[in-house]
Every structure is written in C-alpha cells, then in structure tokens.
C-alpha cells in the first residue's frame, strides 16, 4: 500500500467529493449557481471551505459536462471560461507566468499571461519573478544545499519570504483583478516550503 502523502491527500479529496457524486446533475448545477452568488464580489483564499466545497463540486460538474448542459442559470456577471465553458472563476498561483490565471472547474489554463491586461502584466510579473527562486530553496539539490552553508536556515528564510510574497498576492494582485472578474481565488499555501495557510496573514 502506498504511503506518498500526495496519493494520500488525493484519496481523502476524493472521498469528500463524494457527497457531490450523489447530487443528480440538475441539483450539483443548481448548488453550483447558488454559490457563485455567494462568491461573486470577493477575493477568496484557495483554501476558504466554501472554495474548497466548490472547487470540488465543481469538478464533479466538469466531469459530468453539467455545465454544458445549462440546467441552471449562473449570475450574469460570470462569463464563460474558454476552457471548458464553464463560468469563469480564475485562480491565481505562483505560476501565473507558465499557467496564467487556472480555471476552478478544470485545472487548465483559463486566461494566459499574455491575455491579461497590460496595466497588471508588470506587477504580476514582477510578483511571480520574485517569488519563483524562493519557492526553488525547497527544491535544491545536495549541492545546492551544501553551497548554503546552512540549508535549514535558508530554507525558513524563504518560508519567511514566501509568506510575505503570498500575503502581496491577496493584498495588492487580489484587488485589481477583482475589477475584471466577478470572483478571484488566490493560493495561500507553498506545500513545498512548509507554508500553511494560516501563516500567511492579510
């Protein structure tokens, strides 16, 4: 039996998506409508429980093509997400500069980097070039880690570091976006620094 922690954590959100496999299509759809309501207007941690509950229903949703079949209205201030057409709810991570800004629904690229506004490219950019070698401390090599004379304190250094960076994300990427978007998600965690979300503090 395996015990990789990530195979883990895959088993146990499976199990709590289980309570929106029992949902007929019309009921997930019409929940899924009912709580964009609720998002709609707010940046959201990515690890809020009503996010988390959404993300998961929303990819029974995806599974399911529920969305495709439009048996419940989302609000109108949700556009249809390329991606798999679903409505729109972006999510901001540290890799926004490989991925753009992810789709809830179906992990894929929603809007790519160079699709996003021009006044934001600077600061998102700047954001993310800034936070990518901290979050490569976590990955370094043996050699690497040797180099740092001290690899345990640069590794809390560039926790330290991340929790600052992650806190920007809410505080200062957070908003603009809002403008565009009816509901913004933004991770505040970095498993690999040991980085929780209640470390990171708005």
Not at 40 to 56: K, T
Request: glycine share 4%; charged share 25%.
């Amino acid at each position: 039996m395996s015990h990789d922690p990530e195979n883990l954590l895959d088993a146990l959100w499976a199990e709590y998506s289980q309570v929106f496999r029992g949902f007929d299509d019309t009921t997930l759809a019409r929940w899924l409508a009912q709580t964009l309501g609720q998002l709609e207007g707010h940046g959201w941690r990515l690890s809020h429980p009503l996010v988390a509950a959404y993300r998961l229903a929303g990819q029974v949703a995806h599974d399911r093509q529920v969305w495709l079949q439009r048996l419940a209205n989302s609000p109108a201030a949700y556009a249809e997400a390329a991606c798999c057409r679903a409505p729109l709810v972006p999510l901001l991570t540290r890799d926004v500069l490989d991925n753009g800004l992810v789709c809830l629904h179906c992990n894929a690229t929603a809007i790519a980097f160079d699709d996003l506004p021009e006044s934001l490219q600077p600061l998102i950019r700047s954001w993310a070039e800034e936070y990518a070698p901290v979050h490569a401390v976590a990955h370094w090599d043996e050699k690497q880690q040797k180099r740092s004379g001290d690899y345990d304190h640069a590794f809390e250094e560039a926790a330290t570091k991340a929790e600052t960076l992650l806190a920007f994300a809410g505080h200062q990427l957070l908003p603009p976006l809002l403008e565009i978007y009816p509901a913004v998600v933004w991770e505040d965690h970095d498993e690999c620094l040991e980085v929780r979300p209640e470390d990171v503090k708005l």
